[in-house]
């Protein structure tokens, strides 16, 4: 069920007026750089949108981040899809070789936003969370996507397991990342219908969700700390993933 949310800052607010998501009111701090408010107020006058002026201690108080940059939007919560076939659905004649960004147990927000970024960046199909243990599409994902969560479907389901199976019966290769993998993602042929399995900060893949992928893949490293930070990985692995695609 949709329930009222903050949008917060500059970039997520322009994205999500740009992207037509329905929003009840823009705030804005006095004092607000001239060139960011006109922006603002040009898209949401466009879209009917009011835009209430007002001091930034409201806003502080208001929002559910540290950095809002005087602008903060009051709209529907992000729509989430029940699962990957749902997306590949809607989305099915645009893609010819769909991609899944599959996320196990991410908790952490700026990741989150991060991977939402990236695979924005990289045309990915969608991502795929569970509903349980794991981040959500809040306002600090939204603000560290830079406006992106507005451009990336997401399925938020109750078995990754299961959805993983469900890809695999409609012709999916699952890639797993994993430090310990035999194979670099140099190695690994990585086109095709894929979705690709990024495991928790501290633990990595599932062992369930692990037996599932069909191979594993590493992004090599010559540095001492053991692994990269799960937002990173994310973004060497999907870009080498578009190079193979190009």
């Keep these: 069920m949709n329930h009222m949310v903050t949008i917060e800052g500059r970039n997520a607010v322009i994205e999500a007026l740009k992207a037509g998501r329905p929003i009840a009111k823009i705030m804005l701090a006095k004092g607000v750089r001239q060139s960011h408010s006109r922006v603002v107020k040009g898209l949401a006058h466009k879209a009917g949108i009011p835009v209430v ?24 919560a992000v729509h989430y899809y029940k699962s990957s076939i749902d997306i590949l659905n809607e989305t099915q004649d645009k893609c010819v070789s769909p991609l899944f960004v599959i996320l196990d147990e991410i908790q ?41 969560i507005e451009y990336v479907p997401c399925a938020r389901v109750p078995n990754l397991v299961r959805e993983v199976d469900n890809l695999k019966e409609r012709g999916f290769w699952i890639a797993g990342a994993s430090a310990r993998a035999d194979k670099t993602i140099y190695e690994a042929d990585l086109r095709g219908p894929l979705g690709i399995v990024i495991g928790s900060e501290g633990r990595g893949i599932s062992s369930l969700l692990r037996k599932k992928c069909d191979f594993l893949v590493r992004v090599p490293s010559m540095g001492h700390v053991p692994s990269l930070n799960a937002s990173v990985a994310a973004a060497v692995i999907l870009f080498e993933v578009l190079r193979q695609r190009q």
């Design 53 to 76: 002026e007002t001091n930034r201690a409201e806003l502080d108080a208001m929002g559910n981040t540290a950095n809002h940059q005087g602008i903060i939007a009051l709209g529907a």
């Design 108 to 148: 952490d927000p700026h990741n989150l936003g991060a991977i939402i970024r990236t695979c924005d960046a990289v045309g990915a199909t969608g991502i795929i969370i569970p509903k349980r243990r794991a981040c959500g599409l809040t306002a600090a994902v939204a603000k560290s996507s830079s406006g992106a």
